[in-house]
Structure formats: structure tokens, C-alpha cells
């Protein structure tokens, strides 16, 4: 999704230090109702929610994300990790013109399918996970057919959050919109959300007593927008009593690297509710993100409340994008969950009491941790995918769901950062 990784990043494949895993347990029990009205102590993923198929009954009518060019085949592959659908019903799958290994057809799910978004929120339900934060994009808005999927997508996180009692807010993301028309295309779209009234969902999270919003993007080089459109947003939702998060660059403090610089981006940055900086990318391995941690997290959490303001570090399991860039393929290894649970112990040790999960079904960039394939055995026979078990460890195919159900204790502080990951697989 955003990926801006540094060139000085040096790609460092050591187990040296990893964090210890402890006795097998099953999923937590989870919680009947998620408190909606803060988002203290909650870890909160973004939900993509922009898988389409041909014949899925969308407007777009098309493969979106899970292939290039058109036709479903592995050489247009767009995704790097493969979803796991076996307990998905015949009507929630898409035949590629691909194949297991078996000679059956290698199959996807559309989002646009109710049934499919739902289960996905029945799962957050299932392993103790709070919430999602709704992709909404704004470069897609203006076209009619792929706005009535956002809004159809948003429909199904709402009825699936109401009926597993989780949370759910919009995060706009700026990616690739029209500088000219920005602000208007995005202020016109909540107003859009609220006649459908998705604000007053009672699912919808709140903070300080106000509904959430939060916008991905501002302040990045190669992201569009003035501070003046920055500044022309957030006081459009503030005015109209939100909470707002700014997704912003990882050096939003000291306007250095992607950042863009100047007085302007510094009153931008620190007008938001909350400051959420993009990290995925910026390390690769425990020592990186302890690193991180000291020359980063700590300090831009002591400005955040020098200012009286919010502050959401991101966490991420692992990342590659092979098929999508044709990067390096697992670029950056999840080492079994060792990578995701030492940022978990960075970030609550730190004293953030918030954190943003990328991503729950990011299957593009590999920062997905939904149910996906664990072996070889059930990827496609054709391509290049990554199981879950590429690093040397045999895992089941909702592992990171049952890791980030133990993070999510963590930062409601019912385990302590000390304490090594508790479940085995």
C-alpha cells in the first residue's frame, strides 16, 4: 500500500536476539463487546477491503489487486502471499486460471462479497482483535463505479462490526488524488458517509467523545497536497467534532528524508488529534526496530505529549513485494512472529497506549495477517508466492492472528513487554 522504504536500509537475516517463544496456548477467549468509545490500549488494523473478481456482481466487474493487466494468471500476479479460503462457501470464491496442486482451480475472494468482509470481522472477533480502520480511497472517488464499492465494502465492515462487537472507523488515504480537487473530493465524501450514517454506527470508535477519522499521506514527497489543503481537512473535520489522525511520514519531527520540510508541513503536523508516522519499511529485523525505538519512538512520543496530542505507532509483521515491484522476495522476514512481537514490546515499553496494525489483509506488500496460506502445498502451482513456513518454522494458516491477538493483550497490558510471545504454534 505505502511502502517508501530507505536506501540506507541494510537487510540484516540474523536470528542474534530474537525475543524467546513460550508454551503453546490456544486463542484467547474474546472479548463479547470492544469498548467503542476510546482507542486507548486497542491495536487497530487496516482493512484494505479492495479485492474485486470478475462475475462478483461489482461495478468494476474486473480482477482488482489480485492480478495485473486483466487475466488471472501468475505471471500478472499482483499479490506476494496467497489467501487461505477453505472456509469459505462456494459463493464466496473466485476461480483464477491458475491451479493447486491437486489440478483444482486456485481460488480468491472478492470484498465486494458481504459474506466474505463479515467473516473477516467474525475472525478479529475470534482472536481478540479490536477493530479495523477502513481504507477509503480518494483517488478512487471519482469514479462512480469503484465509490459504490467503497461504500458497499464499508457497508459490510459496519454490519460485521455491529454483529461481532468490534470497532470500525474511515481512514482516507491521499494516494495518487488530484492536488486540485482534493479537498473538496474528500470533505464531499464524508458528507456522503454521514447521510449514510456510518458515523452513528454504534460500532463506529470514538475518542475524548468524539468519532474518528484519520487521513494517510499528508506531508509525504510523493503524496499530493499543500499545508494549506492539510490545514483546510483537518479543520473541516474538527469543526465538524472529530477526532483526527494524521498518517504521516516516519520523520514527521524532524522533516528529514520523505518527509517534506518547511514551517507549513511543521503547523500541519502538529495540528492533528493524533499522529500516526508510517513505519513499515524503516527497519528489518529486532535490532532495527530496538533502534527505532531510541532514536524515534521515544522522542516523538515526548513531543506528542508536549503538545497535548495523541500518538499511534504502526507495527508490521514482515514485507515483500515481489510480484507488485518486483522486489526482493520476502524482503523482510517475519521470522515466525519473533519481528512482529519485539516492535509489540518496543512500542508498549516506550509507553505508547495505541497502535495501528499494518495491515489485516494487505496480501500486495506481504503486511497481511489474516488466514493465508502456511506451506506449499496450498499455494498455486503456477507463480511466486511465500507460505507462511518460507522462514524455517511450520505455522497454521491464522498464526498472525493468534500473535496480534497477543500483542493486543500486551498493550491492554495483561502481558507484560518482558514477557516472551506466549503461544507456540
Known amino acids: 500500500m505505502r511502502l517508501l522504504i530507505a536506501a540506507s536500509l541494510i537487510f540484516m537475516a540474523?536470528?542474534?536476539?530474537?525475543?524467546?517463544?513460550?508454551?503453546?496456548?490456544?486463542?484467547?477467549?474474546?472479548?463479547?463487546?470492544?469498548?467503542?468509545?476510546?482507542?486507548?490500549?486497542?491495536?487497530?488494523?487496516?482493512?484494505?477491503?479492495?479485492?474485486?473478481?470478475?462475475?462478483?456482481?461489482?461495478?468494476?466487474?474486473?480482477?482488482?489487486?489480485?492480478?495485473?493487466?486483466?487475466?488471472?494468471?501468475?505471471t500478472n500476479a499482483n499479490v506476494d502471499f496467497w489467501p487461505d479460503v477453505s472456509e469459505l462457501g462456494p459463493d464466496e470464491r473466485f476461480?483464477?486460471?491458475?491451479?493447486?496442486?491437486?489440478?483444482?482451480?486456485?481460488?480468491?475472494?472478492?470484498?465486494?462479497?458481504?459474506?466474505?468482509?463479515?467473516?473477516?470481522?467474525?475472525?478479529?472477533?475470534?482472536?481478540?482483535?479490536?477493530?479495523?480502520?477502513?481504507?477509503r480511497f480518494v483517488c478512487e472517488l471519482p469514479d462512480k463505479r469503484f465509490r459504490e464499492i467503497r461504500d458497499k465494502v464499508t457497508e459490510s465492515v459496519r454490519l460485521g462490526a455491529e454483529q461481532y462487537g468490534r470497532v470500525f472507523a474511515i481512514m482516507y488515504d491521499i494516494s495518487g488524488a488530484n492536488p486540485a480537487t482534493l479537498v473538496?473530493?474528500?470533505?464531499?465524501?464524508?458528507?456522503?458517509?454521514?447521510?449514510?450514517?456510518?458515523?452513528?454506527?454504534?460500532?463506529?470508535?470514538?475518542?475524548?467523545?468524539?468519532p474518528v477519522v484519520a487521513i494517510w499521506g499528508f506531508g509525504f514527497g510523493s503524496r499530493p497536497g499543500s499545508p494549506?489543503?492539510?490545514?483546510?481537512?483537518?479543520?473541516?473535520?474538527?469543526?465538524?467534532?472529530?477526532?483526527v489522525i494524521g498518517g504521516v511520514p516516519p520523520y514527521w519531527r524532524t522533516q528529514k528524508e520523505e518527509s517534506k520540510a518547511g514551517a507549513g508541513w511543521a503547523k500541519v503536523y502538529r495540528s492533528f488529534d493524533i499522529i500516526q508516522p508510517w513505519m513499515v519499511g524503516r527497519f528489518?529485523?529486532?535490532?532495527?526496530?530496538?533502534?527505532?525505538?531510541?532514536?524515534?519512538?521515544?522522542?516523538?512520543?515526548?513531543?506528542?505529549?508536549?503538545l497535548g496530542v495523541g500518538?499511534?505507532?504502526?507495527?508490521?509483521?514482515?514485507?515483500s513485494w515481489y510480484n507488485q515491484k518486483h522486489g526482493r522476495l520476502n524482503q523482510i522476514p517475519r521470522h515466525g512472529g519473533a519481528f512482529y512481537w519485539r516492535q509489540m514490546q518496543d512500542v508498549v515499553s516506550a509507553g505508547c497506549t495505541m497502535a495501528f496494525g499494518a495491515m489485516f489483509d494487505e496480501l500486495d506488500e506481504g503486511t497481511a495477517i489474516f488466514k493465508v496460506a502456511p506451506t506449499r502445498a496450498?499455494?498455486?502451482?503456477?507463480?511466486?508466492?511465500?507460505?507462511l513456513d518460507i522462514d524455517g518454522q511450520r505455522l497454521p494458516s491464522d498464526w498472525y492472528l493468534r500473535v496480534a491477538g497477543?500483542?493486543?493483550?500486551?498493550?491492554?497490558?495483561?502481558?507484560s513487554p518482558q514477557s516472551p510471545l506466549p503461544i507456540r504454534p
Not at 184 to 210: A, C, E, F, I
Not at 406 to 415: D, G, H, K, S
Open 14 to 74: 540474523g536470528m542474534a536476539g530474537a525475543p524467546a517463544v513460550a508454551q503453546s496456548v490456544p486463542p484467547s477467549p474474546a472479548a463479547d463487546v470492544v469498548d467503542a468509545s476510546t482507542l486507548d490500549r486497542k491495536l487497530l488494523f487496516g482493512y484494505q477491503g479492495w479485492f474485486a473478481c470478475p462475475h462478483d456482481e461489482s461495478p468494476a466487474n474486473r480482477w482488482w489487486h489480485w492480478f495485473h493487466h486483466g487475466s488471472a494468471v501468475a
Open 95 to 135: 476461480a483464477t486460471e491458475m491451479t493447486m496442486l491437486d489440478g483444482t482451480p486456485a481460488c480468491v475472494y472478492s470484498a465486494f462479497n458481504q459474506k466474505t468482509v463479515v467473516r473477516h470481522l467474525k475472525w478479529m472477533r475470534d482472536y481478540d482483535l479490536d477493530g479495523v480502520f477502513l481504507q
Open 184 to 210: 473538496k473530493t474528500l470533505t464531499n465524501d464524508w458528507r456522503h458517509l454521514t447521510t449514510l450514517g456510518v458515523p452513528n454506527s454504534p460500532r463506529y470508535v470514538h475518542h475524548h467523545g468524539k
Open 228 to 243: 494549506e489543503d492539510a490545514l483546510a481537512i483537518i479543520g473541516f473535520f474538527k469543526s465538524a467534532g472529530l477526532t
Open 284 to 306: 528489518e529485523n529486532w535490532q532495527g526496530a530496538d533502534d527505532f525505538k531510541r532514536r524515534v519512538i521515544v522522542p516523538d512520543l515526548a513531543e506528542a505529549r508536549s
Open 311 to 319: 500518538y499511534m505507532p504502526v507495527v508490521f509483521p514482515g514485507f
Open 378 to 387: 496450498e499455494l498455486p502451482a503456477q507463480g511466486v508466492f511465500i507460505p
Open 406 to 415: 497477543q500483542a493486543a493483550r500486551m498493550l491492554r497490558r495483561e502481558i
